[in-house]
């Protein structure tokens, strides 16, 4: 039984290797999770649990992956960035994008009953998460990106705070509280919280405020400041030439030294300037120093 | 904190819509299986647990989607096929892939326990898959394709069978007993097998020969034989047009009928003609009626 | 000045194969013909020497690449066909779409005079053509595609031919015109050009009601009548593994066949079958029989 | 006659859009040069009348298509970039490919006799050309571009000049001369035609080494030198969001200023720095001033 009359069927493979020299962004979703989290009884407006559950397994990647330069999460939803230089899997897309999903969800599946020890699982009702990736050409194109998934982050959390508020504490019905809400601005949401439920939006925690960030840990940079700070750009920007020069055994010794960097998650601004010059390797691609005592 | 000056980044997305009215194939592969397949000490040639755990998360992708109509499966590798006329997710390739991927993993994991009871996942090696989709103009194309990895079963298994009898049973090296395979034929290792171990290929597991096959179960056809046979053709082959104006709605119906169906394994030949012939329903997309009693 | 510090630019390059065993369809389309057809005062609503022109470029790039199976064009656009076998260029979509646009260009330009004598060109006023690849995978899809453009040219003559008469002979405005068949249907049309022009519809040229079919001309095989009558499928529905075997050298002979078949232009119904069975060569890919005596 | 049965076909035309904030570089290569340069008897190693003719029909496409930043020429190959900021045609790949393949074919012959007045152009053996698109996200990658095909320029003529010296004037056939220039470097070759024909490749015309770059002429910027000397960047890079939000009309605006300024073929460097710090406005994608008294 020989295999050759159908091996011609290998030829409908279509490449897809993604442009060199470019940022990769892979995005993750949750595949119906506003059902799932009524049938797990997600806390609304944010449950914990939930977050720390896609926290603790967006960190499992990032150790799977050295590639991986930041993440970046929020509610139900999980943003990898790989750097302009990453040559993993030969950029072919579907597969850094499918390696990303299938490694997550096993470890959101295999940490679940830890997050929700009193609430297990039950089949067929798992949780599964979609994907795709993203290609931006250049790091302020990054920024933008990372900048936006956070504001959207603030939006989303501000009138979710509300509108929970108004439901949960103010018994309204959910169709008022909507109404209500419709066409209002931040100052308006602000003094709802504040005036009606004498909540301080600003002390609500950072998590939910700012979503979480997730990267390996090297020693700081001073802040610069004045008209000489700079951010980083990508090492692609500057020195492509060079860095397309990089052997395959160098890209393996920059991803054992990566392993070796603390992957941690932080609830901060990423639309400044700061966040990115006090890491500079994050945008350079360049490992930094691990820090003292580490 | 407006949104507006980020959002340009979403232009960034390109489309990945699938070529209409063709066999979509989604196969996945186990990352990295060699050294899982050790570290949780699977048995060679075959793990029969490893395999009815890939097989129990199959058919939970298939519940899932009930638009699939065909999946095979062997070793760690997976094809899930979706029928032409399908416009799940508007054929969009990077989420037909990731929501099998995700799903399949899902399963995969939560499923381990109850096939290796003793032999617990340990955090970071956990399975995952990676995944891409083929696309296939025709019903002879598809066929081939499903022929391919059939023929791949069988070629790779009679090797790894006669080589761990080799090295299990005869005590050969696995050096030695490599070298002895190299340039024999499939009568050379029946004769290997037959006379050095008493073992009848033929009387070998039909899950480890021919793989496994997932569908869903209808009433079986009477096999027709004779010059008029003829192996049913894609829906979209013979009445695309129709089939292109068919509405959401019966798309939604179509899928509720397919759910109420019982999805099968079965470990049998689909090179020839005969398993197609029986199932109609397959390769023309359309439910067959269920089976009586059921 | 060596040059490998600047050879990493050409993995930028990005494959762009056309799947394989699939109808490639490239359509052409006259760029700002509204105004070069002002400038150069063709007739309306149809300008013949603008169409015999349109043929004859268009029977030059069917002569300059035997591959193509035919053609179809009408006002400033034509359609060429590539059969599924073909493996010009190694199915390379853009190669494919620019040779066919730059041929198309190069005897346009070149022929221009001999259709328009006393109308020369003037740069920078020149004609030229933008082409895009459109993938069909069964033959249906493509004698659907075929029959949607000859529609189309059926549906705006009938169109164009009122409105002009109404203007031209009826000294109507163009607004008034376009107003008075704003929601008029084929039959009110043709009522408007019989009872007040005197003209019927029927007697126009077959060229501006049917466009101009392109394709190399062998015996024509008998219509068949009743239930047997088949439209041939495309090779690569029945036999596509053979087909795939064809080796370069058998590719180049077919082409020397093709190159002997002399190329026509008619103009006639391409909808119904009988145009397909009696030319079986198109759609089969295989060259039919030389006509006596040519 | 209605054709809304065959509209279906639409679906299978797959959008084409180049990524957002790149650089696009359009290639033309001519097709079968090789056998078309001795049809109509190109001289060797360079015929001045074939390279005035691809430079004639260049600056006609730079004309006709204000988008263009720059482009390069060099044998039967002509290089045409977009800049980042470039939305024509919706940035769709295959339509801006054939616009400029077909434009530029079509001024190709029209100028023909102008460059070969005794010889004229024979059906069916007409010029054309071939084209691709390859995008590059950095100006660093684009610069390096440029510079890979002005090496590459460099690198042949040295060859061909001295091969066609060695066979044309020192009486060799071709194959002793490929024998003895098999594995000679520059330095090897510039003796050959010193020693040998008392030729200083130096003194060759700079068309021939340099080949042909074509731009805007704006108002030349003083060298700059020093550390603080900086080549612009693209505007992409710095500000991008910002070009992002030019309204249609601005840039019809910015198509209208670009048309008063004059297209130049000049014939120098532009490997190093120099060449682009005095032209800012092509990195920039911003016009610059219009030379006084133009």
Redo the contacts between chains.
């Keep these: ?3 050759s ?13 993604i ?4 940022w990769i962004v892979v995005r ?1 979703d949750g ?1 119906g999770f506003h059902k799932l989290s009524a049938r797990y009884e997600f806390k609304k407006p944010n449950d914990l649990r939930a977050l720390d559950l896609m926290n603790a397994a967006a960190v ?1 990647v990032l ?2 992956l050295p590639d991986l330069v930041i993440a970046y999460g929020v509610s139900d939803e999980y943003s990898f960035v790989f750097h ?1 230089s990453c040559d993993l899997f030969e950029r072919r ?3 850094l ?3 990303i ?3 997550f ?7 679940w009953g830890k997050f929700f020890p009193d609430m297990p ?1 039950q ?2 009702y ?13 790091t ?2 990054l920024r ?2 990372m ?2 998934r956070q ?2 982050c ?2 989303n959390n501000l009138y979710n705070t509300t509108f929970w508020y108004m439901v949960q504490e103010g018994k309204m019905s959910n169709t008022d509280a909507e109404q209500e809400l419709k066409g209002t601005v ?1 100052s308006d949401k602000n003094e709802i919280l504040f005036k009606r439920f004498g909540i301080n939006y600003n002390n609500e925690k950072e998590i939910y405020k700012k979503g979480s960030v997730v990267f390996r840990q090297y020693q700081l940079e001073e802040t610069k400041t004045g008209p000489e700070s700079k951010v980083p750009q990508a090492q ?3 020195e ?2 060079a860095q ?2 990089i052997s395959k055994t160098q890209q393996e010794k920059i991803r054992k030294q990566r392993r070796k960097a603390q992957v941690v998650v932080e609830h901060v601004d990423i639309i400044k300037d700061e966040f990115w010059e006090r890491r500079p390797w994050i945008l350079s691609g360049k490992p930094g120093k691990l820090p003292k005592g580490a």
Aim: net charge negative.
């Design positions: 039984m020989a295999n009359r159908y091996e011609y069927v290998k030829a409908f493979e279509q490449p897809d290797i442009l060199p020299n470019t993750i595949r499992e150790k799977d302009p897309g579907a597969k994008v499918t390696t999903v299938s490694t969800t096993a470890h959101y599946i295999f940490l699982l089949s067929p798992l949780p599964s998460f979609d994907g795709r990736a993203v290609v931006y050409p250049t302020k194109n933008d990106y900048s936006w504001v959207d603030h939006i931040s692609g920007e500057e492509s030439t397309e020069k």
